[in-house]
């Protein structure tokens, strides 16, 4: 099928389009630059060659996103765009890259990803809202943002279930050659673990002498990150690969 990923460029996108491809699927990747194998133009923010991007699309992975920007400019208000430049007689399936728990943790991010869900579900598309846990690389990018010198001090309570992106990738290629549920799907990694034991397992894989102290945070965003607010659910697919071996390298 024709398969457009938005944020082709991303962490993601660059597993996921290769995975996309070696299913069979001819595949375009929409970013602002457009650059790369299969690239194509088109930003989410102001509309700008999205009409050309997105044509002749019959599947969609939408998994671009402005995380560290303006997430309800270029998620809710971006997908809202993009729901509209959509081919609705051509587009069969529309899979939408979202986060376990975007619906349980008050996190501005996680709101807007959480409203621009509704967007879709409120469109009529054929969509599935693929909901995914913390990607590998992001556990370590947050590890080492933390880390002080000697000393790396994490949320006490903690639980995440990290994930191998080319696993996620994997899943997503399999929801996308497959029919919309019009409902949520959930996919993490294979292994619940505490903020403290993955700052230990990175710390000792990345940076031995580092100490990690785990400390308790106040507040709401941390009670529902302790309450388990990012962890799949019970009938959530798991991947295998888990954190050590990330971190091994295996
Ligand atoms: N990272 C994680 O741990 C994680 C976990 C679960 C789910 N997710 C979700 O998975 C998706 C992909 O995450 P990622 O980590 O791969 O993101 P990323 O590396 O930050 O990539 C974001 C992508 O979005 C594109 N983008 C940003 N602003 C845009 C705009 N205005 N118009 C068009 N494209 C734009 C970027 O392209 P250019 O900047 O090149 O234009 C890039 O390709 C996101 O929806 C995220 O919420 C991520």
Do not use: C
């Amino acid at each position: 099928m024709e398969v457009l990923v938005t944020g082709g460029s991303g962490q993601l996108g660059r597993t996921l389009v290769p995975a996309l491809q070696a299913a069979g699927h001819d595949v375009r990747q929409m970013s602002r630059r457009g650059a790369g194998p299969g690239g194509v133009r088109g930003d989410l923010a102001t509309g700008r060659d999205l009409a050309q991007a997105v044509r002749g699309a019959e599947v969609v992975v939408h998994a671009a996103s402005d995380p560290r920007g303006n997430p309800w400019e270029v998620d809710v208000a971006g997908t809202r765009r993009l729901v509209q430049a959509l081919d609705r007689g051509r587009l069969r399936h529309l899979v939408y890259v979202s986060i376990v728990g975007v619906d349980r943790v008050p996190f501005g991010y996680y709101r807007a990803k959480y409203a621009a869900e509704q967007v879709l579900l409120a469109s009529g598309l054929p969509v599935t809202l693929a909901r995914v846990t913390q990607f590998h690389p992001f556990v370590d990018e947050m590890l080492t943002t933390a880390r002080r010198g000697p000393v790396l001090i994490v949320p006490m309570g903690w639980t995440a279930a990290p994930v191998d992106v080319g696993e996620a990738a994997g899943f997503l290629t399999e929801l996308a050659g497959g029919q919309p549920t019009g409902d949520v799907v959930e996919f993490g990694g294979p292994e619940d673990l505490s903020a403290g034991d993955l700052a230990r397992a990175w710390a000792a894989a990345r940076e031995p002498g580092v100490r990690v102290v785990s400390t308790p945070l106040p507040g709401k965003l941390s009670a529902a990150f302790r309450e388990g607010g990012v962890l799949p659910g019970a009938r959530a697919a798991r991947g295998r690969r888990t954190y050590g071996e990330h971190l091994r390298g295996v």
